[in-house]
């Protein structure tokens, strides 16, 4: 059924969110981070988000022209950040190198504070897309009353 | 286009004796068991995503929030068309021969 496209989109939107929300808490969680496995500090990871490419069907569906270019949201990939880490002056510091200085993660917190309150907006707003597609379901219901 | 194939079976004219045949092949009955059917499949869908996030599979929150309202609005639907049918049908039981 139809009515169901919004649903569709507005969950994948849902799902980009919910993935960068993950980043975030990632990041924050590992913001004073000085070793990993693979050596050095914690690396800042962000989401690049892309439009879902259509399922067969809605391919169809457009191209017959009764259907607009309705797509979803992704996640392509997680990147890095590659910036060079912060050197902070701590020889007391176990991860301190020879100098004394201490790489850490480049990471802000208020940033990251700042993207978390993005994504929590965005996800409220693609849940009030759902809401908005189901009030208009149940006004077409009533239409038979 | 139903409404309108309903309305030249009316017709005196013995010109629409063939589209009565063709439309008995999909009656009314069918569509209704076509819809409980593609709603009951919803339903399920719903209960499976309501097992998975109980079992702690990977799937989200909100994939079983959605399926559930997917089987919410077309339960409603099924439920209005069958009060249609039953309304319908009352009024033609109601008809005074």
């Known amino acids: ?145 | 286009m139903d409404a309108i194939n309903g309305v030249t079976g009316l017709l005196p004219t013995g010109q629409a004796a063939t589209t009565p045949l063709r439309q008995a092949e999909t009656s009314f009955g069918d569509i209704l068991t076509a819809m409980v059917g593609q709603t009951n499949t919803l339903q399920q869908a719903a209960d499976q995503a309501i097992q998975q996030v109980h079992a702690g599979d990977e799937k989200n929150l909100h994939t079983a929030m959605i399926a559930m309202e997917k089987a919410d609005i077309s339960l409603r639907y099924m439920v209005q068309v069958r009060n249609k049918a039953i309304d319908a049908y009352q009024e033609i039981m109601r008809m005074q021969v």
Request: proline fraction near 5%.
């Open chain 1, 1 to 145: 059924m139809d009515i169901f496209t919004t649903f569709d989109i507005a969950a994948s939107g849902l799902n980009a969110q919910r993935t960068r929300l993950n980043t975030i808490s990632a990041n924050l969680a590992n913001a004073e981070t000085t070793s990993t496995p693979e050596g050095g500090p914690y690396k800042k990871k962000s989401v690049v988000f892309q439009t879902e490419a259509l399922p067969f069907k809605q391919h169809l569906q457009a191209s017959l022209g009764n259907q607009g270019q309705t797509q979803g949201v992704k996640v392509a990939r997680i990147v890095e950040d590659t910036s060079a880490p912060q050197r902070i002056y701590d020889p007391a510091h176990p991860d301190a190198k020879e100098d004394g200085y201490v790489e850490m993660p480049n990471i802000s917190v208020f940033k990251e504070m700042v993207d978390m309150m993005s994504a929590t907006r965005s996800y409220e707003a693609n849940t009030t897309t759902i809401k908005s597609a189901k009030r208009m379901a149940m006004k077409a219901l009533d239409i038979g009353r």
